[in-house]
Structure formats: structure tokens, C-alpha cells
């Protein structure tokens, strides 16, 4: 396993610009040690996903780290798929993947970089669920805001595929980890669904 440093010359020898490092596949040995840290943490039973301590700084390695840490940590234990939709999909050359690691209390609001604060998601789920389209009740049930029947028919559809009222049926659940120990917090989920959920 390369460690940082190795993983800048790969990076530098492929000519893969540096910014580019956070959102390829490729862990270095610094990156894993989080990856392992932050799935192998037992769960405590009152989650408090908000980290007080969190101030605005510039970016620092360890900060960069982390953050990839935590994407890695988040998209791994969801099988690089959609949380909501199930999409699974990379870039041709497989070095991107499409989900993203999505924040449930946000970093604007302190939220951790912590595996029970995250979910996978796509691009469009992880934008309709940072701006409130979505949420999920206690038991990982996805629930869509009142607010899309207000919507003109054409709005949320991609071809015939509606990606906000697919879910309209109470009873779909999201796709979560194979261990129990890193599903979502429910402290994490009910801060979304108070502060963030259109009603």
C-alpha cells in the first residue's frame, strides 16, 4: 500500500493533477488507517453527530486526509452505490466513482466527518437531500416532502424516470451497510429531518 507521499509521485508520474487525489479510489496507507478507524469505532448508543470543536481553517494535510477518510469510509460501506436510487456506476477508465459521501448533519452546521453521519448517495439524491426534498424516518424509511405535489408535472423527471416521487410510497428503505454497527445514527437522521426536511 503506497503512503502519501508515494501516492503524490504515482499521481505526478500518471499526471493526475493532486487536486484530483480526493475522488480517485486509491487509499494510501494514511487514508486506510482512517477508512479503518472510522468503521471500526463501536457505536455508542447516544450519538452526538455534531462536533463542537470544528472551526473554519484553511486545509491542512491532516484535513485533506480526513476528508478523504471519511468519502472512502462512506462509499466503501455502501458498496459504491446509491443509498436511495441503488446506482452503481464509475468512470470509463474506473478511477471516479458517481456516489458521493453525503454529509446528514452538514459541515456548516458542525457536523462529523464520522461514518454515522453519512450516507452514499448520487448526485441528484445528495443534492434533493441537502436541500430537503428528502429525508428518512428512524427506521431508514425514505420520506419525500409534502412539497412535490406542488411541483408542475415536468419538474424532478429525467425521461419518464421521476426521481423525487419514485418514492412516494411509504414503505422503500433506503440500501444501508452490510453491518449494522455504521447505519446511520438516528440522532443524525432526526436532526435532518427537524432542520433540513421540507414537511
Not at 9 to 35: C, D, G, W, Y
Not at 73 to 87: N, Q
Not at 141 to 148: A, C, E, G, R, Y
Request: charged fraction near 25%.
Amino acid at each position: 500500500m503506497l503512503t502519501e507521499n508515494g501516492f503524490d509521485v504515482a499521481l505526478n508520474l500518471l499526471r493526475i493533477p493532486k487536486s484530483q487525489k480526493e475522488l480517485l479510489p486509491t487509499k494510501s496507507f494514511e487514508v486506510q488507517k482512517i477508512v479503518k478507524k472510522l468503521t471500526e469505532t463501536p457505536r455508542p448508543k447516544d450519538y452526538n453527530p455534531f462536533d463542537k470543536e470544528k472551526k473554519v481553517i484553511k486545509i491542512t494535510r491532516e484535513t485533506a486526509l480526513r476528508v478523504r477518510g471519511f468519502r472512502q469510509a462512506v462509499v466503501e460501506a455502501y458498496d459504491y452505490r446509491c443509498a436511495f436510487c441503488g446506482m452503481k456506476i464509475n468512470s470509463p477508465d474506473s478511477l471516479f466513482w458517481e456516489v458521493e459521501a453525503a454529509h446528514i448533519v452538514p459541515h456548516s452546521y458542525k457536523g462529523k466527518d464520522e461514518v454515522l453521519n453519512g450516507l452514499a448517495l448520487c448526485h441528484l439524491h445528495h443534492w434533493a437531500f441537502d436541500v430537503g426534498w428528502f429525508t428518512l424516518q428512524n427506521d431508514f424509511t425514505i420520506q419525500i416532502s409534502s412539497k412535490v405535489n406542488s411541483l408542475p408535472n415536468d419538474f424532478g423527471r429525467i425521461g419518464e424516470f421521476d426521481f423525487i416521487r419514485a418514492f412516494s410510497n411509504k414503505t422503500v428503505k433506503i440500501f444501508l451497510p452490510k453491518r449494522k454497527i455504521i447505519y446511520p445514527h438516528q440522532n443524525a437522521i432526526s436532526w435532518h429531518r427537524e432542520n433540513r426536511f421540507y414537511h
